[in-house]
């Protein structure tokens, strides 16, 4: 069966689906009224014979089919936007670097490098998108993307890697919890604990749970997360504890404190990675700029407290 799905509608539930909550993702994000928000959302419910969302009257909430639509819907999105955009630069741009970055990354580092990509390479056009590591992986081997800014393991040896920095493990707990009483955590202090962990990025979870097991832990996957936000969400729900590299974590949801895990066992390496075997001058200036930011920026300032 095939069924017609308009792509502004599409692109209308991916904002709510990411945002959990019609006003914001209509004044931040789409620049539309909350009411036509609504309506494009119920059409497209309607037309797919589907409920998408559980509404309260402070948030909405994704249905198991709103979860997997938004899965799908974001990488058609994604794929669509890549497509038009590398058309156009084939005629506007010829110094063009795209570089994918994983969306549990510590997105203060990524801003800090687009804005020394922007002041200092005149002549070097750079975009960047973000995925899943082993999406990112994939591209940069697919020749799609030129390199890549992610979390390691990776589980290939198919790239250069470089690693950038290191930062701690964290865990954003729920206020109630009585490990939100902590200053700081050990690997120990997750046996038997209800965890969500990170969606697809399957090599860094493997690392994880092998770093907890060898500490005697057992926890429980109850949930996976799709970015940072949706983690948090989840917690304020109750869920469990949602593990991830302290650079994901800069901010809090109300209703939610994160601690740091202050054993070496878990510090997590932010790495660039990118095709073997020689590259463009255009990619060697980007590289430059890269380890410039990490060392400039460096660990002492990329590093966090503990916050409420």
């Not at 110094?95 to 390479?121: I, N, P, Q």
């Not at 869920?239 to 974590?249: H, T």
């Not at 060697?284 to 920026?297: K, P, Y």
Request: proline share 3%; hydrophobic share 40%; aromatic share 6%.
């Amino acid at each position: 069966m095939s069924i017609n799905v308009d792509l502004d509608k599409l692109k209308s539930f991916v904002a709510v689906g990411e945002e959990l909550h019609f006003t914001r993702a209509a004044q931040n994000r789409l620049h539309v009224s909350q009411p036509w928000l609504s309506r494009s959302v119920k059409s497209l419910e309607e037309k797919l014979g589907v409920q998408l969302f559980e509404r309260h009257s402070r948030h909405v909430e994704l249905t198991p089919p709103g979860r997997r639509l938004l899965y799908g819907a974001r990488r058609i999105i994604h794929d669509f936007d890549r497509t038009v955009s590398a058309v156009v630069r084939e005629k506007t741009e010829k110094c063009r670097v795209t570089v994918g970055y994983s969306t549990f990354v510590d997105l203060r580092f990524m801003a800090e490098l687009k804005e020394v990509v922007e002041s200092e390479c005149e002549t070097l056009s750079v975009g960047f998108e973000s995925a899943s590591s082993e999406e990112i992986v994939l591209s940069v081997l697919g020749r799609e993307w030129d390199c890549g800014i992610v979390v390691l393991p990776l589980g290939t040896s198919d790239l250069d890697i470089i690693p950038l920095f290191k930062l701690p493990l964290a865990a954003a707990i729920q206020k109630p919890h009585r490990l939100a009483r902590r200053r700081a955590l050990k690997p120990e202090d997750m046996d038997s604990e209800n965890l969500i962990l990170q969606r697809h990025d399957l090599h860094f979870r493997e690392w994880l749970l092998n770093r907890l097991a060898e500490n005697g832990v057992k926890p429980k996957i109850v949930l996976e997360a799709s970015n940072p936000h949706e983690a948090q969400y989840l917690v304020t729900r109750g869920s469990g504890i949602a593990l991830a590299n302290s650079g994901a974590f800069r901010t809090s949801l109300e209703g939610v404190v994160i601690r740091l895990f202050h054993s070496d066992a878990v510090r997590t390496q932010t790495a660039l990675v990118l095709r073997k075997g020689r590259h463009s001058s255009i990619i060697g200036t980007f590289i430059n700029r890269v380890l410039q930011t990490a060392r400039i920026r460096g660990q002492g300032q990329l590093s966090m407290r503990s916050v409420a």
